[in-house]
């Protein structure tokens, strides 16, 4: 089971969407038959199988073994991973959007979807992924947020100019600040 599963296909976006599949894949975090998950949920097997069905085809849920019960054989079933994320591409962009200014709301909508994907497609069966989270609350004056911002922009442009060579191994540097909620 991997930790993460990005979606990028409606078809997976669609499978998963239906409130009567989450609960279905909430009870496939172990290895179920479908027999099983019903008696959890108190439905019929055959209206769990359908929406396991939808779940395998859609690449969500993995049958991990069969047996034989009372001489059929009967799937268990996992699902493919502890987390599901949908790229926001699934949407898509819905009209122009304007000159990307790094001062923008539109800009850093852009830079977390741009993560959201690199992160979704980085290797985690390698042995060590060197990465580094910070996060953070400043509170600064309306009249010294320039100032701010202009020192924030300066001291990430310093970092690139000292470690921007070609040489070593490459790593992405993406720093969000914006409001928080009750300053709007």
Same mark, same amino acid.
């Given at each position: ?11 997976? !976006?669609? =499978? ?12 496939? %975090? ?8 019903? =008696? ?13 069905? *939808? ?12 047996? /034989? ?11 493919? %991973? *502890? =987390? ?13 959007? /304007? =000159? ?16 959201? %994907?690199?992160? %979704?497609?980085?290797?985690?069966? !390698? ?38 060579? !070609?040489?070593?191994?490459?790593? /992405? ?12």
């Amino acid at each position: 089971m991997r930790d993460v599963l990005y979606l990028e296909e409606i078809e997976q !976006a669609e =499978a998963l969407l239906k409130p009567q599949r989450i609960e279905v894949l909430r009870q496939l %975090a172990e290895p179920r038959s479908c027999t099983e998950v019903a =008696a959890l949920l108190g439905q019929t097997s055959q209206r769990v199988y359908y929406h396991v069905k *939808r779940l395998v085809d859609a690449g969500l849920v993995d049958q991990v073994s069969e047996r /034989k019960v009372r001489g059929i054989h009967e799937g268990v079933y996992q699902a493919s %991973a *502890r =987390a599901y994320w949908m790229s926001p591409r699934l949407v898509g962009r819905l009209g122009l959007r /304007k =000159a990307q200014d790094e001062m923008s709301l539109g800009y850093l909508l852009d830079l977390m979807e741009e993560v959201q %994907a690199d992160i %979704a497609a980085l290797d985690r069966t !390698a042995p060590e992924l060197p990465s580094v989270g910070v996060s953070g609350e400043i509170h600064v004056s309306p009249e010294r947020r320039q100032e701010f911002l202009s020192e924030l922009q300066s001291v990430l442009q310093d970092l690139f100019t000292r470690y921007g060579g !070609a040489e070593g191994d490459a790593f /992405k540097l993406a720093v969000a600040c914006y409001p928080k909620g009750e300053n709007r």
